[in-house]
């Protein structure tokens, strides 16, 4: 079965500045997705940003990038110039290529910034 | 456009009790999935319905069921309600839903369900 660790149960950042935010998994498949969902005090589980196994080029959306280290199975987040709004739980997940759309997530990294 | 629509938005029911929770899909989503999020933890699958049809279950009990209809639209049903069943439920919708579907699933705000 496929996990997903997050070892950071709380991380703080100031804000403007940059912050990492850590998740391994454990897979055999080759064929996958992985993700970083926002779930903000007002409960909805928000996209943040997406990257397919097969491709080697880290995925990018504004402000937060990915690092993807597929032989590690790890895919941590980096957020730059860190916002109040940015404030959140974080989430990893995972979704095998094939089959039904099951995302197995992580724990969660509680992101607070700070003013 | 309206995004995922849950409905009630709390609900607090007694052990022993039975609950049905609606989810409303994106316009021209056909796929639902359903998560149950206990506090302080990330999400477990319990359900994935595509074209009305039950593509994926989770290790949940067989007092969870769930059903989609013409409209896509879903309903998920829990018997028996035991306290561990208090949680966040999230319905997620996707464009597609096939075995090799690439589509992203967007989320619901949830309905928090406690047992009392």
């Known amino acids: 079965a496929q996990t997903v660790t997050q070892s950071q149960p709380e991380m703080s950042v100031q804000e403007a500045e940059t912050v990492t935010l850590s998740c391994t998994y454990d897979t055999s498949e080759s064929d996958y997705y992985l993700f970083w969902y926002k779930q903000p005090p007002s409960r909805q589980m928000i996209l943040v940003i997406r990257q397919e196994a097969y491709k080697q080029q880290n995925a990018t959306e504004n402000r937060f990038s990915v690092n993807f280290q597929k032989a590690a199975k790890s895919f941590s987040l980096k957020i730059s110039d860190s916002q109040l709004g940015d404030a959140a739980m974080y989430f990893c997940a995972y979704r095998r290529g094939q089959g039904a759309q099951k995302l197995v997530f992580g724990q969660g990294t509680r992101l607070t910034i700070n003013p | 456009d309206a995004g995922v629509t849950q409905s009630p938005t709390h609900l607090i029911k007694t052990r022993g009790q039975q609950v049905t929770l609606r989810c409303s899909p994106i316009?021209?989503?056909?796929?639902v999935s359903w998560y149950q999020q206990v506090l302080g933890q990330g999400p477990q699958f319990i359900f994935q319905y595509y074209e009305k049809e039950e593509r994926g279950r989770g290790n949940f009990p067989d007092r969870f069921s769930a059903r989609q209809f013409p409209n896509y639209s879903s309903e998920l049903n829990v018997n028996a309600l035991l306290l561990g069943d208090s949680a966040l439920y999230l319905c997620?919708?996707?464009?597609?839903?096939?075995?090799?579907?690439?589509?992203?699933?967007?989320f619901g705000d949830g309905t928090r369900l406690s047992i009392l």
């Open positions: 997620a919708s996707s464009l597609v839903g096939g075995a090799y579907s690439n589509q992203p699933q967007h």
């Open positions: 316009s021209g989503h056909k796929s």
